[in-house]
T-cell receptor, first 115, second 110 residues
Framework: NAGVTQTPKFRVLKTGQSMTLLCAQD?????MYWYRQDPGMGLRLIHY???????AKGEVPDGYNVSRLKKQNFLLGLESAAPSQTSVYFC??????????????FGPGTRLTVL | QKEVEQDPGPLSVPEGAIVSLNCTYS??????FMWYRQYSRKGPELLMY????GNKEDGRFTAQVDKSSKYISLFIRDSQPSDSATYLC??????????FGIGTKLQVIP
């Protein structure tokens, strides 16, 4: 049982390049989330999904797109990377979603630097 | 006003000390209060949670909530170097949106 895994762990991009971050979970969770974590800002929700084939915007969605074609995978895409997107990206999943008590299980993170 | 406020620290204490980590929140609709722990270069993990006001103890950890003052505390007894991490306060209203505090970085010095 690997929990939540993220690929890649590190990446350096040039401004304008595109990339996709992959998140996979093997806990059969319905809900999946993408966050970014920046110093002094805490975790901020980018996009989330409440089930296969669904996505919704979070707090800071601009510049990102997501897809949830399979229940176990949640992809985060950057179409044209900008230096402001330099951050640590975390994927999380949860079983109950809005039903308390909800526990989010986090992946190890992807460190992205945009030059 | 931010929904959740935490002092980012760092808070440095000697091994064996009692640690008090605190958080304030503004939304009176929050009913559940979670603490996540995040080790350096790792993802956060749930440490414990409480419902409404009162105390909850789990080993060396005690979570305390005072809804009247919108104040949340996490106490760590007999702190260990392995407790060195960032502690995120997470009040929750029972809907999908979860608001994470910025976290307080704790360093326990051997």
């Amino acid at each position: 049982n690997a929990g939540v895994t993220q690929t890649p762990k590190f990446r350096v991009l040039k401004t304008g390049q595109s990339m996709t971050l992959l998140c996979a979970q093997d806990m059969n969770h319905e809900y999946m989330y993408w966050y970014r974590q920046d110093p002094g800002m805490g975790l901020r929700l980018i996009h989330y999904s409440v089930g296969e084939g669904t996505t919704a915007k979070g707090e800071v969605p601009d510049g990102y797109n997501v897809s949830r074609l399979k229940k176990q995978n949640f992809l985060l895409g950057l179409e044209s990377a900008a230096p402001s997107q330099t951050s640590v990206y975390f994927c999380a999943s949860s079983y109950l979603g809005g039903i308390p008590p909800d526990t989010q299980y986090f992946g190890p993170g992807t460190r992205l630097t945009v030059l | 006003q931010k929904e959740v406020e935490q002092d980012p620290g760092p808070l440095s204490v000697p091994e064996g000390a009692i640690v008090s980590l605190n958080c304030t929140y503004s939304n009176s609709a929050f009913q559940y209060f979670m603490w996540y722990r995040q080790y350096s270069r790792k993802g956060p993990e749930l440490l414990m949670y409480t419902y409404s006001s009162g105390n909850k103890e789990d080993g060396r950890f005690t979570a305390q909530v005072d809804k009247s003052s919108k104040y949340i505390s996490l106490f760590i007894r007999d702190s260990q170097p392995s407790d060195s991490a960032t502690y995120l306060c997470v009040p929750w209203g029972g809907y999908q949106k979860v608001t994470f505090g910025i976290g307080t970085k704790l360093q326990v010095i051997p």
